[in-house]
């Protein structure tokens, strides 16, 4: 049964999006016609794909991100997204989502980490950066919390062997609490994170 339901979502999403036209991934939805394909075609992606890890005596952190191509929204074009799930413990709990990944009937933003919003220039995490540096923010979710509008923030830190990766997880928009009594901040703490890849 779960083979067919996956057979029948992958075939509506081939139905429903249709590519009419390959655009630069930097490229905005609402300038093109439905069916349009946003392709990272200068492989932009390509670099932060893998596994990345950063384990200290008082906490441990991994990020497994993946390229899915041709990933269909809203029945009206297709993305390039860098898809992930992640893994952290404490002193106090561990939760892991890493299995999530071998799902293949999750897509894009069914996944904890997902997006394509490449940053540019300088920024509040990057100040000295400018437009030749390649960095993505993304979508964070923490199930028990999807309440919260938080994101994850991947810039390559660069001349570093092996390859780090700064990532900054943060809130990004209000996000609406439930009630006074609910957590304001995902089970990952909110801050700056370096991760090595493995």
């Not at 009937?105 to 996944?111: E, I």
């Not at 957590?183 to 994170?193: A, D, L, M, S």
């Amino acid at each position: 049964m779960k083979n067919i339901k996956i057979l029948s979502f992958l075939l509506f999403s081939v139905i429903a999006c249709k590519a009419q036209e390959i655009v630069n991934l930097n490229g905005k939805t609402r300038d093109y016609p439905n069916g349009a394909y946003f392709k990272d075609l200068a492989k932009q992606m390509d670099p932060f794909v893998g596994t990345w890890l950063i384990s200290t005596s008082q906490e441990t952190f991994e990020i497994r991100l993946v390229k899915q191509e041709k990933v269909c929204y809203f029945e009206k074009y297709y993305k390039d997204v860098l898809a992930g799930a992640y893994r952290y413990s404490d002193d106090e709990f561990q939760i892991n989502f890493l299995p999530r990944l071998q799902d293949i009937s999750l897509q894009g933003n069914d996944h904890y980490i997902a997006g394509n919003f490449i940053v540019s220039g300088s920024s509040n995490e990057c100040p000295q950066c400018d437009l030749s540096d390649i960095r993505f923010l993304l979508n964070f979710r923490d199930p028990t919390r999807d309440y919260l509008d938080s994101g994850v923030y991947l810039e390559l830190i660069e001349n570093t062997n092996p390859q780090q990766l700064k990532v900054i997880v943060k809130a990004v928009g209000g996000g609406m609490i439930p009630n006074r009594n609910s957590p304001t901040e995902n089970r990952v703490p909110y801050g700056e994170y370096i991760l090595t890849k493995q």
